[in-house]
């Protein structure tokens, strides 16, 4: 007898008091010959839905919990189609490290359990700072590469931003974004930049912070940034710190009887 655990994880989004569907990532188990399954890393307060494609000989019709669990998930009301059941779980804010959920499938004449082993934690992104350039210059934009890790079997939202200036993010040519904000995939691995262009010459220290959670900003990851800005031409004139002695309205006369002089 063959059966499938399939797995869907997806976020729910809060608008105008409606609940939607926004992005579904399937995980599929073949539970043919097992009862257990290890589906990984979790966060606290998710939601998952679980669904069970049934044979013609299984006639499942309700998914529960076990008792002693009741203060630790909530279970949806349990649907049907015409191959499969299904409902949606939500893991309570207060649960980490590991754990094991039973589920048990029902109806008057059968009954199965199956346990979802899996690691509850906030832990589930991870960062390291590949690369960037100590020494810039001053209006050339510069960029910062990341190595993010998303552990978790859901689809993330983060953001990446730092505690410099606004005008770093303001060129002729474009405008970059101090908060860039970046859905990760579950179990997966990407390289994000982060922009910017040098305003001031000198040394500069900045904090490049990633906050996990993008509607959490309480706990960030934090990276010290140390930059020097070689002095050249464009830099000096291009920096509040020069002052343009020759275009002050009082001396243009003096400069062009400089001037004739010369030429006299």
Do not use: C
């Amino acid at each position: 007898m063959k059966k499938y655990l399939i797995i869907i994880i997806f976020m729910l989004v809060i608008s105008t008091n409606l609940f939607s569907l926004e992005l579904l990532e399937p995980i599929s188990k073949d539970l043919t010959y097992n009862d257990t399954v290890e589906l990984g890393f979790f966060s606290p307060g998710e939601f998952f839905m679980i669904s069970f494609l049934l044979e013609e000989n299984e006639n499942y019709n309700y998914i529960s919990i076990s008792p002693n669990q009741i203060n630790d998930v909530i279970v949806e009301k349990t649907r049907q189609t015409r191959e499969s059941i299904f409902t949606e779980i939500k893991l309570a804010e207060n649960l980490s490290g590991p754990y094991s959920l039973k589920l048990i499938l029902s109806s008057e004449n059968q009954k199965r359990e199956i346990i979802l082993n899996m690691e509850i934690t906030d832990q589930v992104i991870h960062s390291k700072l590949i690369n960037y350039n100590p020494y810039v210059k001053f209006e050339q934009k510069e960029t910062i590469t990341l190595s993010i890790i998303n552990k978790s079997n859901t689809t993330k939202k983060i953001m990446i931003t730092s505690d410099i200036s606004d005008k770093w993010f303001l060129d002729k040519k474009e405008r970059l974004s101090k908060e860039k904000k970046i859905i990760l995939q579950p179990n997966s691995v990407t390289e994000q930049i982060y922009q910017y262009y040098p305003k001031e010459i000198g040394e500069k220290n900045f904090t490049l912070k990633i906050y996990p959670k993008e509607e959490d900003l309480t706990n960030s990851i934090n990276y010290n940034i140390k930059i020097e800005t070689i002095k050249d031409l464009k830099s000096i004139y291009g920096s509040k710190e020069h002052f343009y002695p020759l275009f002050n309205s009082n001396l243009i006369p003096i400069y062009f009887l400089n001037k004739i002089i010369k030429i006299i």
